[in-house]
């Protein structure tokens, strides 16, 4: 009598059987797992819009009025006729990069040494987790760190403020109907804005959304958005001319080549064209809409399924329009 058994492995079906199964539970679980993730970045997203509050907060606290939204070509100002610089210069004091700031040449374009090597240093406060990792891109004409902060530039278009104008009828790029006017904005070119002139309520203002990094295409064309050091027209701020994540294509202007100022055609980037007068939408990569940053310093998550006369309303600090707080 054979007193050895032969011992009995798994058969092939058997272990497709198990590796089926276990395909199935990582199936299930990956979202969870991403959910999770997500999670976790938006919430660093979050603190990074306070600490973003906090600075301009202390800012006006100290200078008696939230920073210059740009100052550049095409402005006028006194004693330094070269200078251009964006709100981000200006708050780096207040976001604890005091070293940065120091190392700053206000006699100096923000494209020239030194300044150059202050644009260049990563900051990740400026950068929500969700986006692609663009802090900056060496492989350019204009290696510049980016960011996801846009301040508020108004409803309607980048030279909206020097204007006076909004868009009217029927504007060709975007398909939207109806004349829309400027009703005021936080940030504008030149000129600052102090609390008082908040009348809609800080807490019914917007005072910084979410953009997102747009990274070079492939043919090398530059994406001004998320550019924050840089004074052109759509860099550093965002219009709430179209609403959150919007499918409307942004309008980035163009260089002398009559290249736009966006990688079009990139999957990566949101969807963008060439032309005047130039806009771009609050953006980010979370689903369903954007972070942002109202002006009595809360941060609030807005969908893209938003009311857009509300969230254009919400654009404007002295508009008068009555919002309620239960429409976003």
């Keep these: 009598m054979n007193r050895f058994r032969k011992k009995r492995g798994f058969t092939l079906i058997e272990l497709l059987v198990v590796i089926a199964i276990i395909a199935v539970l990582i199936a299930l679980l990956l979202p969870a797992v991403q959910a999770a993730r997500e999670a976790a970045r938006r919430t660093q997203c979050v603190n990074n819009f306070k600490q973003l509050g906090l600075g301009m907060h202390n800012y006006h606290d100290a200078l008696g009025s939230f920073p210059i939204g ?12 070269g200078q251009r610089r964006t709100w ?14 120091n190392a700053i040449n206000f006699s100096r374009q923000f494209y020239e ?7 260049r240093t990563p900051i990740k406060m400026f950068q929500c987790p969700s986006d692609f990792p663009t802090i900056q891109e060496p492989d350019t004409p204009y290696p510049r760190g980016k960011g996801n902060f846009g301040v508020n530039w108004g409803n309607t278009h980048f030279f909206q403020a020097e204007t006076g104008q909004g868009i009217e009828s029927v504007n060709p790029m975007t398909g939207l109907a109806g004349s829309v006017l400027f009703a005021g904005a ?3 070119g030149n000129v600052a804005s102090i609390l008082s002139e908040f009348i809609d309520g800080t807490s019914n203002t917007l005072l910084v959304a979410e953009v997102i990094m747009g ?19 759509n860099c550093t701020m965002f219009m709430a001319y179209t609403p959150p994540n919007s499918k409307i294509s942004d309008v980035m202007g163009g260089n002398a080549k009559g290249q736009p100022w966006c990688s079009v055609g990139d999957s990566r980037t ?3 064209t060439g032309g005047y007068p130039t806009f771009n939408a609050a953006r980010s990569r979370h ?3 954007v972070n942002a940053l109202l002006a009595d310093g809360s941060v609030k998550f807005f969908k893209d399924t938003i009311n857009l006369a509300v969230w ?12 309620s707080s239960d429409s976003y």
Excluded at 88 to 101: C, D, I, K, T
């Design 287 to 289: 689903p369903g809409g």
């Design 186 to 188: 936080p940030f504008k």
């Design 88 to 101: 981000a210069f200006s708050v780096l004091p207040f976001l604890e990069q005091g070293n940065l700031f």
């Design 312 to 323: 254009r309303s919400l654009s404007s600090p002295g508009g008068g329009e009555v919002v």
């Design 70 to 81: 740009r100052m550049g070509s095409g402005y006028s100002y006194p004693n330094q006729p």
């Design 113 to 119: 040494s030194p300044n150059t090597t202050v644009i």
């Design 215 to 233: 990274p070079n295409s492939a043919g090398g064309m530059y994406d001004h958005r998320g550019d924050v050091f840089n004074d052109d027209r």
């Design 270 to 272: 949101p969807p963008c």
